[in-house]
């Protein structure tokens, strides 16, 4: 019985990957570092609370927006590049076909072979062919605003839980410690996930998002602890 090779490649994941990757790191590290910037004030427990809710709400909804806005414009941007080679194709389609020759050439083939291929892949779609070869842009790469806009908000309320839930379980003595602690263990979580779904190295992509949500969490406590002991 033959063997059939098969390859799991994750290329088709970087679109919504990245901006739930995104989302999750904004809202663990924006509400976290908030709360505990809040609470580093001597704020009272309430108004940590408030703080906090309204931090998720207005992050969330400011991410799906953003990232719907950003990506309806790259899709803007590839429709009209669409429209353009479709004007070529019918108005100049020999050279298109050239163009595409040239393409192939430049990729190795000869130029008979290129001929051919061009030939060949312009009868079967010929939109499809110049989009991918010369554009640059495939099904797996165009973009997608509704699905980023939702994996972005989505994702945001999800790096939300975890400062969030902690801050309404502990006493207002423990909050900055357990806060701190909780969104640095689910940083580091969500750095290992993120690589392990992208195919990248666990250790190093850990260490990324763990460091730099280090960094802004102490930072912001800080500013919230000098701008409380001034008040």
């Known amino acids: 019985m033959s063997y059939i090779h098969r390859e799991h490649h994750r290329t088709q994941r ?48 400011s991410m799906a927006a953003g990232e719907y806005v950003s990506v309806s414009s790259q899709a803007d941007t590839e429709e009209a590049d669409l429209n353009m080679e479709r004007r070529a194709l019918e108005r100049h389609p020999q050279e298109e076909h050239t163009e595409l020759t040239n ?22 779609d010929a939109l499809g062919a110049h989009a991918r070869d010369e554009i640059g842009i495939t099904d797996v790469a165009s973009a997608r605003p509704l699905q980023a806009a939702g994996a972005s908000g989505l994702s945001f309320t999800v790096g939300v839980a975890p400062p969030l839930i902690a801050m309404w379980l502990v006493p207002a003595s423990l909050l900055i410690p357990v806060v701190l602690v909780v969104s640095l263990a689910f940083l580091a979580l969500l750095g290992a996930l993120a690589a392990w779904t992208g195919g990248a190295p666990i250790v190093r992509g850990t260490l990324r998002v763990f460091l730099w949500g280090t960094l802004t969490m102490v930072a912001t406590g800080g500013v919230g602890a000098m701008l409380g002991s001034a008040g």
């Open 14 to 61: 970087t679109s919504w990957l990245r901006a739930a990757v995104l989302g999750a790191n904004d809202g663990l590290v924006s509400v976290g570092a908030l709360v505990l910037g809040v609470a580093a004030s001597q704020s009272s427990p309430t108004s940590v609370a408030i703080a906090g809710v309204s931090a998720w709400i207005a992050g969330a909804l």
């Open 103 to 124: 393409i192939y050439e430049q990729r190795g083939l000869e130029p008979e072979l290129a001929s051919k291929v061009a030939d060949q892949l312009m009868a079967h």
